[in-house]
């Protein structure tokens, strides 16, 4: 459609033009305008659609050597068409009679073919092509960058799509992952509860099932209130806080509800961070310990979580591709406004986290 009206506005253009300025009649103004608006949209799409695409495709060297060759053949062509077209209104009879352009159809047409393309000629009429295709060379490169623009965005909102989708394969990878061997570890804990009468049994239903609920249901979202959040962490840790003996130093330390009051988060954002504690961590005979510590401050959530290490376990062994799962997410739901800092240090091993919140 766009080209369609680009050649119709430069065909009567070019009409008005032998009409004022030559004072043509309308029949000489009407062929010598087709014969010029076809030689042009030939010129033009063999350039556009036949020499670019093959310059574009090789290489530097290769696609200056097509673009010197290729000036010299479309300026062959625009000759060849105009020649052709000459000799076709003589056959017919047509002829300019007056004026500036006087017997130009019968010059063109007398011509030899050889003379038609002759050095001096193509050299005179490369001007001409020049100065008549400008302005439509001009139109056709801003119209190719528009649209490579907005091919452009379009394969940048299909990167965004896809990757908001590995997102959600993560976090639903990450529920898989902690529904089995979580779940297969606390109900043996809550076996040995039951079978001793515990009076935490209770509690410890209590915690599984909020747990569970969290991960298959109310996690499902991009995401979730922080208070919410908050309360999947205390559950969890606590649960696998019964997994070891009094004497391990495993200490929590959470902010209170107030202040997650209108603030979201990620769901499942830092899970990676305390399961791995939990993995890794608490082996050492002398010095087992565990820290967790969480605080909200200027709608900032800080996070920290500390744990020993085994000193016969080799460094690269801690997370592997689950921290690298967490830092994907963390840089694609918060690239500029989350800082962390990780530390693998030789008896313990540190993941320091800071994130910006939103309402």
Known sequence: MLHSLMWIGFALLLFLSYRIAYHLTHFNSSILTLRMTVVNMVVFYSF??????GILKGSVGKAILMIILAFPVLISIWLLITYLFSIAYHTLGFEILTGELK????????????????LNRMVSQAIIIISILAPFFFVKILFEISRLYSRTLNIQKQKAALEIQNINIEKDFLKAQLNPHFLFNTLNNLYSLTLRKDSLAPEVILHLSDTMSYTLYESNTEKVPLFKELEFIKNYTELEKMRYSGNKN????FPPESTCSGLYIAPLLTFTFIENAFKYGLK???????????????RCFYFEIENDTDKTREKADF???????????????????????????????KVSLKLA???
């Open 48 to 53: 556009f659609y036949v020499a670019v695409p």
């Open 103 to 118: 017997g130009a159809i019968k010059g063109s047409a007398s011509q030899t073919f050889f003379q038609a393309l002759a």
């Open 250 to 253: 495993i200490q929590f330390d």
């Open 284 to 298: 050492s005979k002398k010095d087992a310990f565990l820290s967790l510590r969480i605080k909200i401050e200027d």
């Open 319 to 349: 997370g592997g591709i689950g921290l690298e799962n967490s830092k994907k997410r963390l840089q694609l739901l918060y690239p500029s406004r989350h800082e962390l800092q990780i530390q693998n240090r030789e008896s313990c091993f």
């Open 357 to 359: 919140l939103e309402n």
